[in-house]
């Protein structure tokens, strides 16, 4: 399982993820209202890593809204240009 927040880190080949929302709210000492919000991107190296995690969020207290599966299948991009003169 590994914790990604910069796209350089994402792997390159088909894997599982987790979408995990995280978010609280705090009043400052001049009771003002701040929230925090963030979708941490969790990756897993096998299938197996993958059900353990949910099992054990699942009994963490998350809801289905607190956390998305996903299966990822990244692709490449060719950019190419053929410029005719005549």
Known sequence: ???????TEFPKDAHFAALVEDSFSYTDS??????YNSLNYITFSSESELEKWVVE??????SKKKFQIIRVEPVSAKLSFKLDLK
């Open 30 to 35: 001049y009771d003002q209202a701040s929230y």
């Open 57 to 62: 969020n699942e009994t963490k207290g998350y």
């Open 1 to 7: 399982m590994n914790y990604h927040k910069n796209l």
